[in-house]
């Protein structure tokens, strides 16, 4: 298998191997090649630049961050203070975790398409938080249901 060589300092992997069909990824293992599968990171590469990459990482962190700020600190303290209704948490929660949840899998899902050489970890840092807000928002939908 042949190796492409960057010299760019940009923080991205090494470029894809050029081929008739297009580019496609010079480097796999099995982890790579199964993340790409379940991601759907089509075999040729498309160009995503840095900046997209981050922007979907912070807006997705930021979602995840404000929903535990309005879960645990909003509407428990603040929410009963101004007089507001205490039982809506539940109510905010499950949109925000959905919301959270569908920008983390994009900001994941751009890591790998930018072929970025820190989307090893940073696939470890997006499954932690969508751990968090998945039984999140479970107990959520729990308190719904009851």
């Known amino acids: 298998m042949l190796f492409a060589v960057s010299t760019s300092t940009s923080g991205m992997a090494p470029a894809p191997l050029a081929t008739g069909r297009g580019a496609r990824w010079a480097h796999e ?4 090649a199964a993340m790409r599968r379940l991601l759907r990171v089509p075999e040729v590469r498309r160009r995503v630049r840095g900046e997209a990459v981050y922007r979907t990482f912070s807006t997705g962190m930021v979602l995840s961050g404000l929903r535990c700020l309005l879960t645990y600190v909003f509407l428990p303290v603040v929410s009963p203070a101004l007089g ?3 039982g809506a948490g539940p109510w905010i929660g499950v949109p925000l975790s959905l919301v959270a949840l569908v920008f983390d899998v994009i900001g994941v899902r751009r890591f790998w ?3 970025h050489r820190y989307r090893r970890p940073m ?6 938080v969508m751990a968090l807000v998945t039984s999140l928002l479970v107990v959520d939908l729990v308190h719904l249901a009851h």
């Not at 293992?29 to 790579?32: A, K, M, S, V």
């Not at 696939?123 to 932690?128: F, M």
């Open 29 to 32: 293992d099995g982890f790579d």
């Open 84 to 86: 507001l209704a205490t």
């Open 113 to 115: 398409l930018a072929d």
């Open 123 to 128: 696939t470890a840092v997006y499954l932690a």
